[in-house]
């Protein structure tokens, strides 16, 4: 007995030694990787907190500009041209009002080239805003009593104190996605495009004048920084809209999106903050040289579009290394002010913990089980990267595709595992 039990004893080690050399997909595959990095965004084109730097070692807002765009020419053009800026992408509702007294609103069918109009309002009223099938749905709440208005292809909305509507200078509250933000200049216009997956949606413009309406709400920097720093801001946001004028996108009716897709506009918001609203608002008109015009980054007397971000990992990325495209005039500079705790102190070194569910989304893959950098650029960003799942599938993305899918601060990262490191340069 004492035989056979030693007997079966040795068969049930040797299994479980067998059993723990097996793979066990479950076992391998990690809750979340690790991975550290410097920077945050792109890092092409303008350093923000690299200008902050240069301005806080006294250099101008046009020196500043010279140094991230090296060739180019900071020059006066005229930029009083009326833009369309998206500031409701892709909804399904939304609303509209205004709490200033004695203001009133206009309701008008179409472009309001030639007015049609549908209603007037006064302060406290409001307009919800909705898809009728192909159109824009409208009711109106006046004293508390809703009417349901005939849909409509285009809806303009014009309110007092305005370039399009005369009278008391009032401020239109926009709401929709759980957010409202105020706009004080222009008028909005409304229509439904189509989306390919989404179907009908609303998509709403602010229509604004670049040289101030629009700049006065562009909310990129604190606007505590040095007083240079704003104005290289003003002057690289004024560039940055120039090149896309003209340049309608049919998928948000505009010129340029409100958000980090093209730069922030916070509408009114920006120059309504307490004290320093006013001080964003003078660095702005600080760069206009005219009534009608103000420092544009310039190559062959043309604006460029002037890239900017928050920070780098120690020196700006190309164009080329982010986007594969060259645009000829995004040049990699030094930067040591982004990798400076003083003054960068959440992106000078950062550390992010990537779950399962993300890794694995990012790569199209049901699980990762190894993340490994194959290639670097020459300004230290990831080129190339590969994920592994539990079954030995291997996909590879750029560094910059795996960034914006894994919501990394920037493309300047490593893994925080040494043991999981693997560089190929």
Request: with cysteine; net charge positive; charged share 20%.
């Amino acid at each position: 007995m004492k035989r056979l039990s030693r007997h079966r004893l040795v068969v049930a080690l040797c299994a479980t030694l067998f059993a723990s050399f097996l793979p066990s997909a479950q076992a391998d595959i990690p809750n979340q990787i690790s991975f550290i990095g410097k920077g945050y965004g792109h890092g092409v084109g303008m350093s923000q907190y690299g200008a902050r730097g240069l301005a806080l070692r006294g250099d101008t807002a046009t020196a500043i500009m010279n140094y991230f765009f090296p060739g180019s020419e900071v020059l006066p053009l005229t930029d009083d041209q009326i833009l369309r800026i998206n500031v409701g992408h892709q909804l399904t509702s939304a609303s509209v009002k205004s709490d200033t007294p004695g203001m009133n609103m206009q309701l008008l069918i179409g472009d309001g080239i030639e007015p049609q109009f549908i209603s007037v309002l006064a302060a406290k009223d409001s307009v919800k805003l909705s898809v009728v099938n192909q159109q824009v749905g409208i009711t109106t709440n006046q004293v508390g009593i809703s009417t349901i208005h005939t849909p409509v292809e285009k809806l303009t909305i014009r309110w007092s104190g305005t370039r399009y509507l005369a009278g008391n200078d009032s401020i239109l509250s926009l709401t929709h996605s759980k957010k409202t933000v105020k706009y004080r200049y222009g008028q909005m216009q409304v229509k439904v495009v189509k989306d390919a997956k989404l179907g009908n949606r609303l998509e709403i413009v602010n229509q604004v004048r670049l040289h101030d309406e629009y700049l006065w709400g562009i909310g990129e920097v604190p606007s505590a920084w040095p007083a240079a720093a704003l104005e290289a801001q003003a002057i690289a946001s004024r560039s940055y809209a120039m090149s896309k004028v003209g340049k309608i996108q049919k998928s948000c009716d505009c010129e340029l999106y409100s958000s980090i897709s093209d730069q922030n506009f916070a509408g009114y918001s920006k120059e309504a903050e307490p004290r320093w609203g006013l001080v964003w608002k003078a660095a702005v008109n600080r760069t206009a040289t005219s009534e009608t015009t103000g420092l544009t980054v310039t190559r062959n007397l043309l604006p460029i579009r002037t890239y900017f971000g928050s920070s780098t990992g120690g020196v700006t990325e190309t164009s080329k290394n982010a986007w594969g495209t060259d645009v000829g005039y995004t040049f990699s500079v030094p930067d040591p002010w982004s990798i400076d705790p003083k003054l960068n102190p959440t992106f000078a070194k950062w550390k992010r913990d990537i779950a399962q569910s993300t890794l694995a989304a990012a790569f199209s893959l049901p699980d990762v089980v190894a993340v490994r950098i194959l290639t670097l650029n020459e300004t230290g960003t990831v080129k190339l990267v590969e994920g592994r799942s539990s079954a030995g599938k291997k996909v590879k993305l750029s560094g910059e595709a795996f960034r914006s899918r894994s919501k990394l601060p920037s493309t300047w990262f490593s893994l925080a595992s040494e043991e999981l490191v693997s560089v190929q340069n």
